[in-house]
């Protein structure tokens, strides 16, 4: 099931790769947010600089603000019941189709935007935004086969079955700037388990991001399950964490982050504690 890595001297993939540093330092992105299966654009946009190389510019991406993080939410709302009654198998099978995309056809293009992006080299890249990403996604639906697996003791004359279903509400990923596996991983993990998502990326990580939606959305995820949204942390979580949502119950928020997305931590946890009291 371990994604294996091709990238040692002169292999042709990694003759490839250099070929895709090459192209894409030629080209310029323009990274919208991705809300609902329509790419928002905002004409506010920052850009993104290489961090080994600051004077040089691989593109822009749009800056949303908190009605896209409300957009957001609405849109993972939406999609959520027809999400968490497709058949699981289903749903594995996009997953199981984003991996061997990133493994095969879109392996040069994501490793070059990790190495271009994060400043990692090909080794660093290619363990990373290839091999356990693509792991991840494989081991996540070979877990979840192995959960839905697992059944109540039937003894005779009798059928004893579980029914596992997902949480309730939406999932809310907050990911860090170093891992694009982690990146990809924290919306995806819940999102194969039946769960719509709000994905809030590292501004500093929006250049690989933007490709993992673009793989997932090639795969054949639906409209509105995972939904990035390029705005400040601080801007996501006064709305995740509004009292408009939290009092909503029709809006349950779940919250998946990394413990390296820390900034934010203090705050969130004193807003988590001030709603459960």
């Not at 294996?4 to 540093?21: A, T, Y």
């Not at 040089?56 to 709302?77: C, F, K, P, S, T």
């Not at 250049?207 to 673009?214: D, F, Q, R, V």
Request: with cysteine.
């Amino acid at each position: 099931m371990n994604q294996f890595s091709i990238m040692h001297q002169g292999s042709p993939e990694r003759s490839e790769i250099k070929k895709m540093l090459t192209q894409l330092k030629n080209e310029k992105w323009d990274i919208p947010m991705f809300i609902g299966g329509r790419e928002v654009r905002t004409g506010k946009t920052e850009d993104i600089r290489p961090p080994h190389e600051l004077n040089h510019i691989l593109g822009q991406y749009h800056i949303g603000d908190a009605g896209h993080v409300y957009e957001a939410i609405d849109a993972a709302m939406k999609a959520k019941k027809d999400w968490e009654f497709m058949p699981w198998e289903d749903r594995a099978s996009i997953f199981l189709k984003a991996a061997d995309l990133i493994a095969g056809p879109y392996r040069a293009r994501m490793n070059a935007a990790t190495m271009l992006g994060q400043s990692k080299n090909v080794f660093q890249a290619e363990i990373d935004c290839v091999c356990e990403l693509a792991d991840f996604f494989r081991f996540n639906v070979n877990f979840m086969t192995q959960i839905y697996k697992d059944q109540p003791i039937s003894p005779y004359a009798t059928w004893n079955r579980m029914d596992y279903r997902p949480l309730e509400g939406f999932v809310f990923a907050l990911t860090p700037f170093n891992f694009t596996s982690i990146a990809g991983n924290l919306p995806a993990a819940p999102a194969i388990l039946g769960n719509t998502v709000v994905w809030k990326p590292a501004r500093t990580q929006i250049y690989s991001a933007w490709l993992i939606m673009e793989i997932l959305k090639e795969a054949g995820l639906p409209d509105g399950v995972i939904n990035m949204v390029n705005v400040g942390g601080s801007i996501a979580g006064d709305v995740i964490f509004s009292d408009k949502i939290l009092q909503d119950c029709t809006l349950q928020v779940q919250i998946i982050l990394s413990v390296q997305s820390g900034e934010k931590l203090p705050k969130i946890w004193k807003i988590i504690n001030l709603s459960q009291g």
